[in-house]
């Protein structure tokens, strides 16, 4: 995953936990005003109950009585616009507000509870005065507005601070990833150009310095099994070669000595194409060492694949009159590509090696090759068994043998050494099974230095 | 000419040493890097014939030390390995040549002896000459009688061989080893037929003639009295 992905992720986690902070804000903010309010507007009713309370212990009897508007005329102004219900306690009723429109209240003495009044929410407190009992109401409108102000406002700030918790989770994002990019490239450079260096080790003591030492470890570990490799092919060049060449100058003095003799100059051939063919395999064996090892070097350049094929087709078609197999080419004048052209003979050798083997007298071997802006790529076609879906890919295993093909001679290394140059130069080697009665090779090699 | 063979494997010293004195080079052989520096110091070498791996020190050591000399002697690598890295790296230091183990005798005796023509000043010749056969290897031509004769690649190749050392034998195998620097199931007999071909485009007056030895390979013959050779 990409830094830059990891701190967009760093900052939509801020975004969205601020966002739950300030919604569990709001629900916890929300009730607990409302709680508070409540309470503090049944004190004041309550309060308001005690002052009528000692307004109309003076004037109870007059009040029962019923005569209209003294109730009204006792009223202190503030306390006009309450809800007001006076009743005797035989439920007669004595007073009601205008605003009540003729609505009965009713009541638990000593009581605050909540109410509705003419379809308004409203909080009522009764309370009891000799013979008369006091209904005190008020709306709860002021109430409902603070709250909704309150949902308001937190709805406001919240688009800034989902803005400043993102700002601020790129900048943390940043700063925590900061050291993990730099590790990165310093690791590419020890990977691909000097393998010999350390990652430094920030005097931090915290995770990313861990993550640096396990790494260096990791780079050591590498580094040793690398050498070793590289050791192993130069070691095994040397201890195999020169025993070869020793047995290879003493056939030539052989022959040499041997004079024309024909019974001699055939054993000696014999021994001379013996040790060809066990060079053969060494240099074969040593060329996988090497790509095993990832080490495998090539001598890369602009190259034109044309003259390198026409020399390897020669070979084939010189082959295929005898064996009574038919030979068909197409391909430009030039096929310009980059690679290391002693290589691309030896994946081409392959190929038309592989082709000619497996074609059956009659049969026919095609090739094809066209050049573009990528690159070259060369197919080269052979009518004869079909190779099973299954086996695609293991014909490219070392040392694999087609099951058809017990009698054909080779040591099973050809398609996959082929392979493994073609892959080393940035291009592919594969099987195309899609026309029917041929098996074809594609070879794709770049027009561009790889990487 | 006056070679000084490296070579640390003895048996190989012993063979390589015999077959240049067969060939009319007067050889002294060493089998380490510290001798090889002891003998350049007491005696001048026209040639070297160096091995890379060498114990005492490398090869590329004693390369340097030769590089330095005055006249400088014409230096011949051998090594076990054909990567890359070690071929510029012995052709940087001042390597005349370059041969990879194992390699066919009568293929060193002929590197040496051109190096030792170029070591006198000689140009590498471009254009070998066969009776009435005129083979030109930088330009890829080949003219019969003057009249140019289409070649194939293969066959130019191995024409070029045959008249680099017209009277030699050369054994099936060793044309091979020449053309394919890997060897095939089928090499053997597409050598046989590319022969075949050259022999029929090689028909002419003057012009030299590939016959078989029985049992033994192919050798290129010159038209008798004819100029060149």
């Known amino acids: 995953m990409r830094a830059c992905s990891l701190k967009l992720q760093f900052a939509l986690l801020s975004a969205v936990l601020a966002v739950l902070a300030l919604g569990l804000a709001g629900a916890v903010l929300l009730p607990v005003v409302r709680h508070r309010q409540l309470y503090d507007l049944d004190e004041q009713l309550a309060r308001d109950a005690a002052v009528l309370q000692g307004i109309f212990a003076a004037k109870e009897a007059e009040i029962l009585a019923g005569t209209p508007g003294v109730v009204a005329g006792l009223l202190p102004p503030n306390l006009r616009l309450r809800y007001l219900e006076v009743e005797a306690l035989d439920g007669r009723v004595l007073h009601r507000s205008g605003n009540l429109r003729g609505l009965d209240l009713t009541g638990e003495v000593g009581r605050a509870h909540p109410a509705t009044i003419a379809g308004q929410a409203a909080r009522l407190r009764t309370a009891r005065q000799g013979e008369l009992v006091l209904h005190v109401g008020t709306r709860l409108g002021t109430l409902d507005k603070t709250q909704r102000d309150l949902a308001m406002s937190l709805l406001t700030v919240l688009p800034l601070v989902v803005l400043g918790a993102f700002g601020g989770g790129l900048l943390l994002g940043r700063r925590a990833v900061r050291p993990i990019a730099a590790l990165t490239a310093a690791a590419e450079t020890i990977s691909t150009e000097r393998p010999g260096d350390r990652l430094p080790v920030p005097p931090t003591g915290d995770e990313v310095a861990r993550l640096t030492e396990v790494l260096n470890r990791s780079f050591d570990r590498l580094q040793r099994a690398y050498e070793a490799a590289a050791r192993f092919s130069a070691d095994a060049s040397h201890q195999l070669k020169t025993p070869l060449a020793v047995m290879r100058a003493g056939v030539d003095a052989l022959g040499k000595m041997g004079g024309q003799v024909p019974e001699v100059q055939a054993e000696v051939e014999v021994l001379r194409r013996q040790s060809r063919r066990l060079t053969t395999m060494v240099d074969d064996l040593l060329l996988l060492a090497q790509v095993d090892a990832g080490r495998l070097e090539l001598e890369s350049g602009p190259s034109d694949l044309q003259p390198l094929l026409e020399r390897v087709w020669e070979d084939l078609e010189a082959l295929a009159a005898e064996q009574n197999v038919s030979v068909e080419r197409s391909w430009p004048e030039a096929l310009p590509c980059h690679a290391d052209p002693r290589r691309v003979a030896l994946i081409l050798q392959n190929l038309l090696e592989n082709a000619i083997k497996y074609t059956p007298p009659g049969g026919r071997i095609r090739g094809v090759a066209t050049a573009g802006a990528a690159g070259v790529e060369c197919r080269i076609a052979n009518t004869g068994a079909p190779i099973a879906a299954a086996q695609c890919e293991a014909i490219f295993e070392r040392f694999h043998r087609s099951g058809a093909g017990e009698n054909v001679p080779g040591h099973g290394l050809g398609l996959n050494i082929a392979r493994a140059l073609a892959r080393a130069h940035g291009g592919d080697l594969f099987l195309d099974r899609d026309e029917a009665g041929w098996t074809t090779f594609v070879l794709r090699l770049p027009r561009a230095p790889a990487g | ?229």
Not at chain 2, 69 to 83: D, G, K, S, W
Not at chain 2, 191 to 204: P, Q, S, T
Request: hydrophobic letters at 40%; charged letters at 25%.
């Open chain 2, 1 to 229: 000419m006056k070679v000084l063979l490296v070579e640390d494997e003895p048996d190989l010293g012993v063979q390589v040493s015999r077959a240049l004195t067969a060939a009319g080079h007067v050889v002294e052989l060493r089998r380490d890097g510290t001798a090889a520096l002891a003998a350049l110091k007491v005696e001048h070498f026209e040639a070297l014939v160096l091995d890379v791996n060498l114990p005492g020190c490398s090869g590329l050591d004693v390369l340097q030390v030769a590089h330095a000399l005055r006249p400088r002697p014409v230096v011949l690598l051998l090594t076990a390995r054909a990567e890359v890295g070690d071929r510029v790296a012995g052709l940087n230091a001042g390597a005349d040549d370059y041969l990879t183990k194992p390699f066919a005798m009568a293929e060193l005796l002929a590197r040496v002896s051109s190096m030792g023509r170029r070591g006198q000043g000689g140009a590498a010749e471009s254009v070998l000459p066969g009776g009435s056969l005129r083979l030109d290897a930088q330009r890829r031509r080949v003219t019969l009688g003057g009249q140019s004769i289409a070649l194939s690649p293969r066959e130019f190749d191995l024409l070029a061989i045959f008249m680099q050392a017209p009277g030699r034998v050369f054994s099936r195998d060793e044309l091979c080893e020449r053309i394919w620097e890997r060897s095939h199931d089928y090499d053997t007999r597409t050598v046989e037929i590319y022969i075949m071909r050259l022999r029929k485009k090689l028909d002419g007056p003057g012009a030299p003639t590939i016959e078989t030895v029985r049992g033994c390979g192919y050798t290129m013959k010159l038209p008798c009295g004819g100029p060149g050779g």
